[in-house]
């Protein structure tokens, strides 16, 4: 049986990435060495690492100016080494969800933070908007797509401060205008690479400012400087992320990836909209492309672990919702496919028609 993979992290990757990378592990470049035990100064690695770069630089249009570099430690580290960068005295957070709260907690231990908004109250089932950003702020730190709750920002903010982004969930689904951040940030393990490997993307000039002396690997400055080198990178997932990069660009690059992220959004949206055992749980403006969440209608509630169960016997992986929301979510990463969607639908229509 076909399976269908909705995980919302680690996620599916592109076939032919998974099978390169593959290729890879068994034998690097007809070395008779696997890529997983080669030197990460070995001469036929820097290359993966300038390509992987060059890609990322090219297909979100990265004004120069800019540095590319790849850590270890995932989003949750830049929780830290962002404060510890850029908060000099005061810093302002957008509370969304689960992973922007553990970020303005963290930033706390540098500085004055203060919660420019938030949509707690509703238990993060919309994004704010319309919202006055403080102009004394060091930056402004928001998460464009939130993973637990289903909702996103889909648009580059004007900000009269500087600009920072947790994008782990959503790069390179769309076009991004890099010239409005600071920095941004993401954990590659939805749409870029196999997990391990954290791209943050930083405006040089920005860097040198902290307050503070810095731990040597907490400073940005240090993996500037040395090519993300500093120390033993990540190697298979930096491989695995080239690879993806490849895959975007011959799939027409971000504006393909946002045309289908919306084909497939319309399509799954739809059946939860149409369907009476379902609904959303999302303000509709704010549905995340990435993160389908729904969730049983109340007179159904009872159907809740069969419909599971039958999804599952389809082949569909990973739907199960988050503890803090419930119910369903399909995420459809850039290498889920209208295939995956359509058989999600298919089991639903299926399902209604039973009950």
């Known amino acids: 049986m076909k399976k269908y993979n909705f995980n919302a992290g680690p996620s599916m990757l592109p076939r032919e990435v998974i099978e390169n990378t593959a290729k890879q592990i068994l034998d690097f470049n007809g070395s008779g060495l696997s890529i997983m035990e080669i030197s990460h100064r070995a001469k036929d690695f820097q290359p993966v690492v300038d390509e992987a770069q060059a890609l990322i630089k090219e297909l979100l249009d990265i004004p120069e100016g800019y540095s590319v570099i790849f850590l270890g430690g995932g989003a949750s580290l830049q929780f830290t080494q962002i404060p510890a960068n850029f908060l000099i005295k005061k810093a302002g957070y957008l509370n969304t969800g689960a992973w922007a709260k553990k970020a303005l907690k963290e930033a706390k231990l540098f500085g004055e933070v203060v919660e420019v908004a938030s949509s707690a109250d509703k238990n993060y089932t919309y994004m704010p908007h319309g919202f006055e950003i403080p102009t004394d702020l060091d930056y402004l730190h928001i998460t464009t797509n939130n993973t637990i709750y289903g909702t996103e920002l889909r648009e580059d903010i004007d900000s009269p401060v500087p600009l920072i982004a947790d994008m ?115 303000v509709e403006a704010d549905r995340s492309l990435m993160n389908i969440c729904f969730v049983m209608n109340e007179d159904y509630k009872e159907l809740e672990k069969p419909f599971l169960d039958f999804a599952i016997e389809r082949g569909m992986v990973g739907i199960k919702g988050h503890r803090s929301v419930g119910g369903f979510r399909a995420s459809c990463y850039n290498a889920q496919t209208l295939e995956g969607v359509n058989a999600l639908v298919k089991a639903m229509k299926e399902f209604e028609a039973q009950h």
């Open 168 to 282: 782990s969930s959503d790069i390179m689904s769309r076009p991004v205008d890099v010239s409005k951040y600071t920095a941004i940030f993401a954990g590659a393990q939805k749409n870029m690479a196999m997990a391990g490997v954290t791209v943050i993307i930083v405006k040089d000039d920005m860097l040198d400012k902290a307050p503070r002396e810095l731990p040597t690997m907490l400073n940005y400055r240090t993996h500037v400087d040395k090519g993300s080198m500093f120390n033993t990178p990540p190697v298979v997932p930096i491989y695995s992320l080239m690879e993806t990069m490849r895959w975007v660009k011959a799939q027409g690059g971000v504006k393909e990836m946002d045309r289908r992220a919306k084909e497939r959004a319309e399509i799954l949206y739809g059946e939860i909209d149409r369907n009476k055992l379902f609904h959303g749980t999302v």
